[in-house]
Structures are given as C-alpha cells and as structure tokens.
Nanobody
Framework: QLQLVESGGGLVQPGGSLRLSCEASGFTLDYPAIGWFRQAPGKEREGVSCISGNNFASYYTPSGKGRFTISRDNAKNTVYLQMHSLKPEDTAVYYC????????????????WGQGTQVTVSS
C-alpha cells in the first residue's frame, strides 16, 4: 500500500521560504508521479506542481511560477517543494498525492494522499 507523509510546513513571514517534503513508501511499480496540492479554508484543493517518475516537472499555480520548485530524490523516495517569496495567499494545507501514470493537475486523478502539512504565511 502506497503511503505518503508530508513535512516541513510551519509559520513563516511574508517573503520567507519553506521546503516541504513528501516521503513515499510501499510502492512496487516504477516511481509514481507525485503532485503537490493545497487547500485554503473554504476553497477547493488546487494543484500546485507535479513531478513525474522521470523527473519532468509541471507547475499549475500561476502565482507560484518562479517562486516554487519541485524536485525528487528517488534514493530517498522523497519529493520536495521549495517555496520562496511566500505570500499570505499561499497559506493553506499542502498535500502530496501520488498516481502511477503521468502528472495531472486534477485532484481526482490521484489515488493516494498524505495527511497534509499546514503552511501559514503571516507577519
């Protein structure tokens, strides 16, 4: 059973940086695509970024382009989301999801989810 565990969230001031981690375990197929999503209070879960098993990165949030970088370390079974120049509107619970096919920006395409990590950007 594929399991995902997110970490790295926290409280950060506007303009600050955070690196989120998503550690995957229990998969027997080739490395799955891992997507980062976020959900702010009262809003739908939205796609932020995704990286395929062969390290092709996609970015879905227009406001995150140029500020967010996704990467993966297959030796550690971990995908990272480096976030810079954080803004209050980035405040949300960040989730990672996995799917065995290529990346997708749609949450319904992901069959596995972590428990989420809270990111709060506030002064």
């Amino acid at each position: 059973q594929l399991q995902l565990v997110e970490s790295g969230g926290g409280l950060v001031q506007p303009g600050g940086s955070l690196r989120l981690s998503c550690e995957a375990s229990g998969f027997t197929l080739d490395y799955p695509a891992i997507g980062w999503f976020r959900q702010a209070p009262g809003k739908e879960r939205e796609g932020v970024s995704c990286i395929s098993g062969n390290n092709f990165a996609s970015y879905y949030t227009p406001s995150g382009k140029g500020r967010f970088t996704i990467s993966r370390d297959n030796a550690k079974n971990t995908v990272y989301l480096q976030m810079h120049s954080l803004k209050p509107e980035d405040t949300a619970v960040y989730y990672c999801g996995a799917r065995v096919m290529d990346c997708s920006p749609f949450k319904y395409d992901y069959g596995y989810w972590g428990q989420g990590t809270q990111v709060t950007v506030s002064s």
